[in-house]
């Protein structure tokens, strides 16, 4: 079992920053992809961004790229979304996720077996 616990959410103006953490325990955490999710009222969740065991490769969603940055620090069980030039558009619980073993499937919620409560963003106008 893993757990994961966000933190680091919270109201910005449009243009500003923040940035996201995900603190894991339980099993080995660097042997998980770890991502990022999120998930606006009345919408899907969608995918945002993650990170392969290493931290070696990453992955964004095209509506964050450019802007957002995942990172992990293994030492620390610990993987980062610095979000930079947000926009209103970003408003959503955000998510972390971890895989249990690697199905092929990055950008897809059922590639990931053990979710966070979440922690909500607002990008004020």
């Known amino acids: 079992q893993v757990q994961l616990v966000e933190s680091g959410g919270g109201l910005v103006q449009a243009g500003g920053s923040l940035r996201l953490s995900c603190a894991a325990s339980?099993?080995?955490?660097?042997?998980?992809?770890m991502a990022w999710f999120r998930q606006a009222p009345g919408k899907e969740r969608e995918f945002v961004a993650a990170?392969?065991?290493?931290?070696?490769?990453?992955y964004y969603g095209d509506s964050v790229k450019g802007r957002f940055t995942i990172s992990r620090d293994n030492a620390k069980n610990t993987v980062y979304l610095q979000m930079n030039s947000l926009k209103p558009e970003d408003t959503a619980v955000y998510y972390c996720a971890a895989d249990s073993f690697h199905r092929g499937a990055t950008r897809k919620t059922y590639e990931y077996d053990y979710w966070g409560q979440g922690t909500q963003v607002t990008v004020s106008s």
């Open positions: 339980g099993r080995t955490f660097s042997s998980h992809f």
């Open positions: 990170i392969t065991w290493s931290g070696g490769t990453t």
